[in-house]
């Protein structure tokens, strides 16, 4: 699973892992397995990675430096872009 870290809405540290949420908060003990509702009160939240599009003629896909909030959820998605000669 990746993870973004977000505080006031905004991307903080993408990729983000559980470990690193352990790390972060020392004096935190958590269970063996951090549920979702858990992790979002630190403001950790799961993201969606999206298929690579169909290939164009004429464009490269780049993947998305960080997620997007989408519909409520954060989604790491692919831009394209004209392919350079």
Do not use: C
């Amino acid at each position: 699973m990746t993870y973004v870290l977000i505080r006031n809405g905004e991307v903080v540290t993408f990729p983000y892992t559980l470990a690193q949420l352990r790390k972060d908060n020392p004096q935190t003990s958590f269970p063996k397995k951090i549920p979702d509702a858990l992790a979002e009160t630190f403001g950790l939240y799961p993201v969606t990675v999206v298929d690579r599009p169909a290939h164009q003629v004429g464009t490269v896909a780049e993947r998305d430096a960080v997620p997007l909030l989408i519909a409520g959820e954060w989604v790491l998605g692919w831009s394209q872009r004209a392919k350079s000669e």
